[in-house]
């Protein structure tokens, strides 16, 4: 499989070069040449107005799809509570089903579960599959990803959510495989949008980030179904559905303690330290400008006040301040409070990817060159250690606080 | 036991840079490391075949300088290496690389233990090894923070597989599982600390002398349809730098002044907490 580009009828337009999705064409001397990057997708030659790039590739065919439909969601539950993960992405469903004109399932395993339908029936699930098994009464790989196979061989639904937790990440890999289609990992966007590459066709649109969160990437899957994605808990937003009447489909499974391969010895809760943050309303988040846990404790006065959480950076966290728990980012918590105030945080990019789900943001800082102000509804250039201090005299006081 | 742990070459994201301009990633330059998941994952190879015995495999796919992260693998103290390289492996998404790193597997012959990293930093999916084990019909741990007590199956008691007794790291406390083997278990950074290469070792590791194959699409007999991007089932539509701005107003005059006229945007703001900013003082 190759790619040309034929030098003369190039008029370095560039269309080409902002199509590649991988950096596969760099222009020389004012002519589109194709790098060692290059995976010869084909991307480039349709938007080529003068055709000058050729290649030997055969279009792959795009297989009928016509019987998949529905958007599903795997609803998590570990003894018999529901993860919220499975509530935001019944949430998000809804959405997408809406633009495909289609309905939402959820898919409930367990042991006992069925008092869980009425809750995923509240958060938008039109039917729920119902799997009730004794040896699916804890989660364990193989004899979930068994049900689910079976489940989406035998109705054959159009998209499958799976949050991704540490059980859904466990999961949703080995069903992708076992179905054959493509998933995409920690989704931050999705929406449904017309493939120009399959005649109009309506397709899923994947947007997660990638590069260490640096840059972010659309994904979407054209050759298989069902287009599988996960999403981190706190992504998405939950909706509260009026009129409930969800149908139930209840199915008994066929499984085998001898299949499954493994045993659960002993699971021993550890319950994360301190608050959950990404519950929270308000957030009063710190990084490095603060001055060690007296600053913190300030942060935590003004929290207090407005009813939220303290949270910070990473930096804060390697530091030993505040616990991993508390930690917003990439490689932290995701959150979405109606208010995220930022104290002597730059806002580097890492930071950002976890916050910026956030309704309102205020940056504190005394460097008016820091990022973070660019992602702020309002900042002030000052030193927290004056600023915040000013907001507890200003917020105490008024008598109506509740 | 016959070990083999899988390794990727992964460009160092956490020295990525912008470019101001454009926005998009700066490649040039940007150094290649060992994944470093993938680097517990050895560490643990390493350990059980000093208890047990055996050998330990390190397997990549990749383009032809990958054989660097398996140069590190035997300084390290693996065996010997496998680098999958063909053209026809570029641009796969996760399906096509469990895929061919599945076929690998199968052609090195009974394998009793894969350890791979929990996920990789270019792409953070976390796929990779369960897809893996599915594709060898294999049971799995994920998020595996320690290796309890591993029993090799006895060729004594046929039809008694051994199995291996780990602690999973998961959200609200840890699972301990036993898992039958052979099985595939992939690590996370709390699981233990990676060793140094060995300096004789990796010298001899980057000489034609090392136990270094390079296998491509014929040799582990996929098609190359199956794999690489053509075997694809996902494909990148489009990359952007994410763009997060906001109004950005900042608000200017004293410390007062600035914090007042802060509330009163929050208090005439949308927010249900609007009610938290009333009465805003003189
Ligand atoms: C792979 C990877 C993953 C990461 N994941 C995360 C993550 O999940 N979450 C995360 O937060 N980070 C993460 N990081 C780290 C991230 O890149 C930044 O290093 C970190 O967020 C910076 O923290 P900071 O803003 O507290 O510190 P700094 O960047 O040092 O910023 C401190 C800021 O405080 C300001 N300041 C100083 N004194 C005062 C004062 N008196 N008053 C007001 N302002 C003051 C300074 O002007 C500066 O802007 C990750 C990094 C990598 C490589
Ligand atoms: N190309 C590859 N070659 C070898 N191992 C890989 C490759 N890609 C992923 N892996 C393994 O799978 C793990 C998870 O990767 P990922 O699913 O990409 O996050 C990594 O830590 C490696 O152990």
């Known amino acids: 499989m190759t790619i040309w580009i034929d030098q003369d009828n190039c008029d370095g337009c560039k269309r080409c070069q902002r199509v590649c999705p991988y950096e596969g064409i760099a222009l020389m001397d004012g002519v589109a040449r194709v790098t060692d990057r290059c995976t010869s997708c084909g991307a480039c030659v349709e938007v080529c107005k003068n055709e000058a790039i050729t290649s030997d590739i055969t279009p792959r065919a795009v297989p009928d799809f016509s019987e998949h439909k529905g958007v ?21 469903a809804r959405e997408l089903a809406r633009d495909l004109n289609e309905t939402v399932s959820a898919v409930l395993m367990g042991q006992d579960v069925a008092g869980l339908c009425d809750t995923l029936a509240v958060h938008g699930a039109d039917t729920i599959y119902l799997v009730q098994d004794p040896l699916l009464k804890e989660y364990r790989t193989i004899a979930h990803a068994n049900v689910m196979e079976t489940l989406v061989n035998n109705y054959k639904p159009s998209i499958l959510l799976i ?64 287009q599988m994605a996960t999403v981190r808990p706190g992504v998405m937003e939950k909706t509260i559905v009026e009129n409930v009447n969800a149908e139930i489909i209840r199915i008994s499974p066929t499984l085998n303690e001898g299949d499954i391969k493994t045993r659960i010895l002993e699971r021993v809760k550890e319950l994360p330290k301190g608050t959950d943050i990404t519950q929270a309303n308000v957030i009063v988040a710190g990084g490095r400008g603060i001055k060690g846990k007296e600053g913190f404790e300030m942060l935590g006065k003004l929290a207090a006040l407005l009813g939220g959480e303290l949270a910070c950076t990473r930096l804060i966290v390697e530091q030993g301040i505040m616990a991993q728990g508390s930690q917003v980012g990439q490689t ?57 201090p000013e907001m507890i005299a200003q917020l105490s006081q008024k008598g109506s606080l509740s | 036991m016959k070990l083999v742990v899988l390794v990727k070459q992964v460009p160092n994201t956490t020295r990525v840079k912008l470019d101001p301009k454009t926005g998009n990633l700066i490649r040039e330059g940007l150094e290649s490391i060992v994944n470093p998941d993938d680097l517990h994952a050895l560490e643990a190879a390493l350990g059980i075949k000093e208890e047990t015995g055996g050998t330990v495999t390190a397997l990549s796919m990749g383009p032809p300088q990958a054989v660097d992260a398996l140069t590190q693998a035997i300084g390290m103290g693996a065996d010997k290496g496998i680098l999958l390289c063909d053209r026809a492996f570029a641009g796969a998404d996760t399906w096509a690389t469990s895929l061919t790193l599945s076929r690998a597997i199968r052609k090195l012959g009974e394998v009793d233990l894969i350890i791979c990293g929990h996920q990789a930093i270019d792409g953070d999916t976390a796929q990779i090894g369960p897809q893996v084990a599915d594709w060898l ?7 595996v923070k320690e290796i309890e007590h591993l029993t090799p199956a006895d060729p004594d008691k046929p039809g008694k597989p051994g199995e291996i007794i780990v602690k999973r790291r998961l959200e609200n406390g840890v699972e301990r599982l036993a898992c039958q083997l052979p099985a595939l278990v992939t690590v996370i950074k709390e699981l233990n600390q990676p060793r140094y290469a060995h300096m004789e070792r990796l010298i001899t590791a980057c000489t034609d002398k090392a136990d270094i194959l390079v296998w491509n699409a014929a040799d582990i007999g996929v098609n190359t349809c199956d794999v690489g991007l053509e075997g694809s089932n996902t494909h990148v539509i489009k990359t952007f730098t994410p763009n997060f701005k906001r109004q950005k107003e900042i608000l200017e005059g004293s410390r007062q002044e600035v914090v007042a006229e802060l509330f009163d945007r929050l208090k005439k703001s949308d927010t249900t907490l609007s009610g938290k900013f009333q009465g805003r003082p003189s």
């Open chain 2, 137 to 143: 019909g294999l049971a799995q741990a994920t998020y």
């Open chain 1, 332 to 388: 932290g918590k995701t959150v979405r409070p109606e208010i995220y105030i930022a104290c002597g945080i730059s806002g580097a990019i890492q930071h950002r990817a976890g916050m910026m789900g956030s309704r309102y943001i205020i940056a504190i800082n005394t460097d008016p060159g820091a990022p973070i102000f660019d992602v702020a509804n309002w900042g002030i250039v000052g030193d927290v250690h004056e600023i915040v």
């Open chain 1, 72 to 92: 599903w969601v795997f609803a998590e539950q570990t003894d018999g509570v529901l993860a919220d993960v499975g509530l935001e992405l019944l949430g998000k």
């Open chain 1, 163 to 226: 949050g991704a937790t540490a059980l859904g990440r466990d999961l949703a890999p080995r069903v992708s495989r076992r179905v054959g289609s493509g998933l995409t990992a920690d989704c931050t966007e999705l929406s449904i949008d017309v493939d120009e590459n399959t005649e109009g066709s309506k397709i899923l649109w994947q947007t997660r980030p990638a590069f260490g969160g640096n840059i972010m990437a659309t994904i979407a899957n054209r050759y298989s179904r069902p």
